[in-house]
């Protein structure tokens, strides 16, 4: 079993920035290839982006490419999703998952999740 664990949510003005993180309690992260996932109020999860188990390839959701990154840790067990120039479409419950498949698009794909992490971006 694999435990996940966000972090770093809250409130931020539209430009502004946050840094999510994620934990993972499996010693062998190296495993599973991660992925950050979002839910708005209202609508259904989708997806934000993927890194690969090495962590050499990415994948994003046209929304936030160019604005978000993810990276990952692994002698930490930590994934990261940073987000600049945040806006109110960015509003969400950020999820953190994790995969056998690489640079997984699709909820199905990811075996486990975190229980999210809420993101608010308002004047």
């Known amino acids: 079993q694999v435990q996940l664990v966000e972090s770093g949510g809250g409130l931020v003005q539209p430009g502004g920035s946050l840094r999510l993180s994620c934990a993972v309690s499996?010693?062998?992260?190296?495993?599973?290839?991660m992925g950050w996932f979002r839910q708005a109020p209202g609508k259904e999860r989708e997806f934000v982006a993927a890194?690969?188990?090495?962590?050499?390839?990415?994948n994003y959701a046209d929304s936030v490419k160019g604005r978000f990154t993810i990276s990952r840790d692994n002698a930490k067990n930590t994934v990261s999703l940073q987000m600049n120039s945040l806006k109110p479409d960015d509003t969400a419950v950020y999820y953190c998952a994790a995969s056998l498949w690489n640079l997984a698009v699709r909820s199905e794909s990811y075996l486990y999740w975190g229980q999210g992490t809420q993101v608010t971006v308002s004047s």
């Open positions: 890194i690969s188990k090495g962590g050499d390839s990415t």
């Open positions: 499996k010693r062998t992260i190296t495993s599973y290839a």
